[in-house]
């Protein structure tokens, strides 16, 4: 029996999307690739061993900074669409702020969002930490409220947490979804013209080069990504 396609329709029940989480692991990748040309563009590269930096990715935090192997930044990327609460951030702020408790030796934490969320003041938000409840990584979870509440840890480790910071800051870590593209070809731009010297192409600010760049880096973090997949391997580190 011959079926007419035109009149078929498939119910909304039978359908689903993971647009939102892959979207989420691309934006992942793509603040990472910023950060590190943020971290690069600061940089004097006559007077430093770039071999010594990497980029870690999904190991203590989403990805890190690390420098002779250590994290000395750790960095959670939310990529929510909706202007959300506070609330929906409280885990990943108590996370890092216990990671950095643990690990003195760990500079800044950074907490990376598309959207600007409202903060509430010093000791409300410590008392919200605090009151935290989940039984996911739960004895995470225990470790670390007792390193930053019971050992007193939460004062210092307050200072070294990055969030909600905007355009012309130095450490931008609110990009809306569909900039962050933009945002990292003008910081390769910036790394071309401030380092012509060590730079094969002639014109720099020409776009085929910053493009060129641009996917170059997608493409070396979708493949450190797929052989650590392949290879059930935990740790995928990136030499700058």
Known sequence: MDTKVEELTIEESDTHSAASTWSGFDYQGQVSIYWVMKQLNQMDLSRVQLKDYELQIESIEDFSINYKGFPLTIHQVKAYQDKTSFGKYKR?????????????????????TCHQ??????????????????????????????????????????KKLVLNQEE??????????????DEIKREIKRFLEKNKDLCKYEQVEWN???NFLYLNFINKINQAVAKGHANKEKDVRITF
Do not use: M, W
């Open 92 to 112: 990943a702020i108590h996370d890092l702020l216990g990671k950095c408790a643990k690990y003195p030796a760990i500079t800044q934490c950074f907490l990376h």
């Open 117 to 158: 969320f409202k903060i509430p003041e010093i000791d409300k938000l410590k008392s919200e930490l605090e009151s935290i409840e989940s039984e996911k990584n739960k004895q995470t979870l225990l470790e670390y409220s007792n390193l930053l509440f019971k050992e007193g840890k939460f004062d210092e480790t307050i």
């Open 168 to 181: 012309d800051n130095e450490f931008r870590c609110v990009i809306a979804r569909l900039e962050i593209e």
């Open 208 to 210: 085929e080069n910053i």
